[in-house]
């Protein structure tokens, strides 16, 4: 499947954590030099670790106001 985790160190890179999160490569790459999203670097690649992504997307959820 598309969200099939990397050999280094059960990763994704920017495509599959985009696709993941659901926004486009350039925007992860961008919240992530600007350290808004957990990543990681090896070397010159930028890598995403999905528990990583889990945590952030939880720390960043608004509640609903209940109506009625």
């Known amino acids: ?3 099939e985790l990397d050999a280094i160190n059960g990763t994704w890179g920017s495509k599959e954590a985009a696709e993941y999160l659901g926004c486009k ?4 790459r961008r919240w ?3 350290k808004k999203v957990p ?7 930028t890598r995403y670790r999905k528990a990583d992504l889990d945590e952030y997307l939880d720390r960043n ?3 609903a106001i209940p109506h009625g």
Do not use: D, E, N, W
């Open 1 to 3: 499947g598309v969200f």
């Open 25 to 28: 490569p350039g925007t992860l």
């Open 32 to 34: 992530a030099s600007q």
């Open 39 to 45: 990543h990681i670097k090896v070397g010159y690649l």
């Open 61 to 63: 959820c608004v509640a």
